[in-house]
């Protein structure tokens, strides 16, 4: 029921394999699987065996895209895959990931989470000296400027690359023999790597990644850092100076709350986040109740510091996913009822407290605020563990909706009175950064709260339609 | 991920509507999706304008049986639907639901959730007499049933049936210009009815299916009750003395935690459930956790009870659906961990508490115990909402598992030691009666316990394959 | 481009193998591709190893239906298979064949070519008692026949119930241990079998389908001859006497040129109808074309006979299937020259012979003529090997085109003139007759020309749409 | 049955159209359809409103990757489209047609029929200068030449472009404004275009794409020429000096019967080949059989010339697609069977003259003749149209089976011998040359035949997989 969501949405996740003796595919594609939260519009998987590279791509989950069988091939030992998030929109199958191409230097593939900044320049660049672009994704461009450059391994070739390109990047890169990770110096999007007890080399946007194909945890892709694998072992090289900014809405909403990144659990940072909220809003009621499941985290933080008790007010149907028929206009308030469904007993004259990350249009927000009241409510009180998002994100965020982002035209108390609850509390920016309690608050990017970006806004702006990877 | 899966399956779920003014298939594809918690098989819908009937059906989720269209007539005015359980083995198209017929007094179709004890003798009967079958459901021997009644009207015929048909039954049943719902005067399984604004009327197994199109509930139908509804509108007639005996797993997993069911709130049963959990046992930790999702309720419960923090352990991948590749044996440990990933900064050095709703198998808890300690876990106690399952269902629960009930085979100290627990906590049948605060204990089947069957097991324990519609 | 063909429909094709050695299923396969010209709605196989049947059926062609995989069992040694006319209207999966059963005595499949002229009645004496129908077929009607017999055996069942069924029906039939073939006594439909070197026994409605199996021709099924094969080996049954009545339009366009049915090579019929029309027609021209390639063999019979060259003058595309999208109406015209394209340099200036097997409706007749005249046709003599069509068929064609015969409505002259050609000549009923040299022609059915029909039409002129098996 | 076929491949096939009034696409594919029979494995049609370009593409037929919809745009004016040859081994979505990309100077898309001899070099060329390479097709080779151009318009870019590249291409342009047509100077591929009464332009690689869509033909594209088609109107430009050598297997079994290539009808040509035939072999015998339908009209010809009758001897099956299901070894010999099936009347005892179109590997012709004798046939004598093939094709016919060109090994009385024929007549060079009656003979290119290449063999002869586009 993506049209219906109105949250922002996931980017993109990638993952690598490099394994003599595992089924790198297979590695894969459970590998996606733990990252399908980070795109549901598009999967694919690469692999080479040295001499051969083939690719396995399609619009839909991996579930839907792998349906039948993995790309299959002969002594295969290194293996890229990609997730793309949700759009609406015609169908894009050309602009699915990894991207292959030949090049002077043999063959190579790449997937690619981020957007660039310089992309629209650095392309017009190119298309002046007559290079041709077959999709209108990054990661087209980056695979150009690595074939033209004049340095002599493909490791100077992606680093010269690496630093012409601004914003933000995380790449898995497939050589005939090489893997390859790198993360732009901002960090902005997560990326770590780990080695399975059988010796194999895995790459994952986020540690959840690792976890379900067995590998142990390493370290993470340090922003300005390249990690090379091949059969002389794993090498980390320091391409650039680290200017660390990652990004805040990944430990709000985006990752998995069992994923680590850079250091913090995703679930620790949401759990105290709602203890903040507790501590700052100093809110009371009966209960504690979730908008599930991206406030659930959040709302035990809550319920734990304010012994308040914690319980069941929402039910989300987990079945609708993206198949779904469109109903009528005058059905329109059933496809709502559909996602999500009170429990009335549990609803019905009490003062609740109700938890969730964020509000981007205040749209939904309203519904279930309506929704709670004609099921008895007495009082709602709505704490989100994001403050007002008032600013775009140009570092890989769809920001389609980003002139409807109600915090950028309305104060709190004109948010409150528009989605129709008795109080409204935003985290301040101070009890967000006190919620990372492993990582240093300052080495994280709050742009889209305080308009304080971490690179310059060259061709932003301008009115073309971002296209995310 | 079924096949991983040890939970005893949901059986299936009926639905029907009757409307003049709203859009029947609409409506019922909303009802079907609102229900498709008890049964991922098939999905099917029928429709009918009054002259001719159409179905739609297949296998799969709703969303995909219907991804294209909905069966479509002009002014069609009742629609019934059918959502079955998820089983492996051969695709039996053959036996998905609603089965349409033409009998001598026209056209019929019909829906059926539960189990009939008796339909191996019925349909032997009909046999010798020159009937075919060509399906292997019992919704093909009660149609027979029915278009042989000599009775004159069709509820009189319905009747008829339903008075020599035993065991589990809930029938949604059109006809030409009827809307007629049935319930077995045990009321194993659950089945209500409610009104629209808009005035249409809606059958739905369980009140979630009413909440999703907008239907206020006006009445669950009674166990040996029928519900007419035609252009008369809405009749209820008993047709049997009610034995009430309605399942107690509905309440403990298969009905969805927004449902009331006979006046009893499945959320604040299971929410009991973890209460009481916390008082016979007299566990202490560190925190609760739960088995997501069936066992987060109770767990809920618990922690209230206990005052013991409930965070999360456990995190479930939301995307594992029916199209998952099957790994190979050596990969199978990552299909595991693909399910259920732990989070390890919560589990560490901790005193667990674990909650879930059932043990089956005991192969799935076994898998999760080890799973944690991994992660660290200093101790791990099990607390389970179910009393211990000894004895098959013979009332629309899938039982192809019975022989593997591990606990009509050991004891609960040794199911303790096979899954490698600390500590391990049935909730006792009483402590089960005490969580059904809005209906009376008495009138529950706990047959699954405690070997008590309401109804003559007939030609139970023959050595055939069950099929559940 | 079905919608655009006004031919007469092919009814269907049976088929069954009896193997202990081959491939039941792949040869049933084969032998429905052989047959597939008979029908292209639908198809299906059903097979049995003795205890279990099993069937795989679905709209479309033979390819499409079995694109993944046949019916597959261990030890399986029977197997039928049908396919269906193609018709317009909506998706009937619920009618495809086999149809299989249960019945007192097991298991039961049956696979029809025909169509029954009492069914009418016959079914609403069994509804009547209570019988109810899933299917709009007269195969389940036969179906539900046999099990009601009182008869011991199946095979005094089953002639039992050919003896009480009229009109047109060629059965084949699948117990759990028996291959059973069926013919009215009429013999409209054909029927034939035949042995493979390996000793497996095959049923075919045409000799083309022996075939490709490799197995020899044995015999046709008799008019009135039932043929059961099982472990004992073959044995023919006469059931009735037989009052041959074999369709000529069988021998005019249904069935494969390369077949051979009740003694007389199709080929060899069109080829001497052709050359009947040069006598009969003593037309003087050019150059004699086809239209392809229903009149291709009568047209070298002509060209045999009037020693007038025989050349190309259309061209059929060969890749126009089921998936065609329609064109809207002004592009209407494009689809009709997709279908047909003349080859402009044969036919400017040329005097030139015409030759197809029948007109239905004369629509497409008339816009063949009016292309060659554009691309400059002298004149244009039309012949026709089969007599005006003026009465319905039956007996298992599809007459849903009967009100629009014009042959029925027209004189013709008064057809000449509505599709606009110079000359035109049927054949004469006694020149047909004469094309048949090796089977008596009084053994065959001309009442669609000459209204003599062999069968009371019991129920047939009701205003009822015809289902054809 | 692609897997049993022996023949050389049909290329590929290339359409446009420019229609202000029309409906592009929808005559597309119509066109499409019309030259389906120069490519099965995929097609694809792009289309223009001047501003944006989308192009839908797919394995499979035209009706099979345009089963559900065509490409849709408001106000789409331009649209090309392409058929590509049936291939076996993995699925190459990435090398279908039209190629779209942007490039400095806007938006092109690209079909190519054809194949360049010095593609390789300029690939490897534009890879030093850092171009990547996404597919395998010359296609976008070609791409890239133009978009590398420095001349200012795009027709001249073109024009340098075609300079540039050697061997056979037919190309199919659109820009945002301009249908261009290009052909190289020696012609080996055919292509045309006409003008619809509406005014619509069109270009198709067959007359018969022209007819279709209802264009009268207005030219051939000339060898050396180039067709630039706006709103200007068509402009004819000649951009270098022709050295006339179009494929004589186009007349020989690539073409259409219906088209007229250059000047010359190809079913004319085959004709006259049948008749050549008929006086340089001097063959007598009872009946002309052909091998369908390759070798029909030549055989017409042969029986006109002979005064010996021409009748059906093989039916072959109409219905053998894409999607059957491949048969076990020892059933092999039925998938032959069930492609063609002798008509055993008509081989009986005869002394029969068999005609094909050409003999490449001889497995086939070894099949059909053993096929025939084992009916019964007295004496078979074999006359093809085309003489040996003893060399490989470099201008885009699939030369994959080139080491097995059974004439480049053996003699004419060893091949007799191996295909085990009576006699077996292969038509003279000088005969092939007489049956041109509308074309220069001397403009024909018949290096197959006699290894008298028009262009060098730059990169021929290494061992690399061609693709042909």
Known sequence: MNNLSTKWKEECGVFGVYSKVEDVSLMCYFGLYALQHRGQESAGIAITNGTNMDVKKGMGLVGEVFREHLPAMENKFISIGHVRYSTTGSSLLCNTQPLIANYAGGKIALAHNGNLTNAKNLRRNMEKDGTIFQTTMDTEVILNMIAKSQRDTIEEKIIETAKKIEGAFCLCIMTEDKLIALRDKHGFRPLCYGKTKEGSFVISSESCGLDVVGADFIDDVMPGEMVVIDKKGLQAIRYAEANCNVCSFEYIYFARPDSILDGQSVQQARFNMGRILAKESKYTGDIVISVPDSGNTAAM?????????????????????????????????????????????????????????????GTTSKRIIS????????????????????????????????????????????????????????????????????????????????NDYPVLKNDIGEDEKFVFE
Chains 1, 2, 3, 4 share one sequence.
């Open 301 to 361: 933080g809550f319920a734990y510091e304010s012994k308040i008790p914690y319980i069941e007010g929402l039910i989300k149907n987990r079945y609708i996913g993206r198949t779904f028929i469109q109903p009528t206009q005058e059905k329109r308030e059933m496809a709502v009822r559909l996602k999500l469904n009170p429990i009335a007993n549990n609803i019905k004259g009490k003062d609740i407290i109700l938890v969730d990350d964020s509000i981007v249009r």
């Open 371 to 450: 929704m709670l009241y004609k099921k008895g409510a007495k009082s709602i009180k709505m704490v989100l563990s994001a403050p007002p998002i008032k600013y775009p994100c140009y570092y890989g965020v769809d920001t389609s909706v980003r002139k409807e982002l109600i915090a950028s035209a309305k104060s709190i108390e004109e948010i409150k009175e528009y989605i129709g609850v008795d109080n409204l509390y935003f985290i301040s920016e101070k009890g967000l950064r006190d919620a990372f309690d492993s990582i240093d608050p300052n080495k994280i990017c709050y742009a889209c709260f305080n």
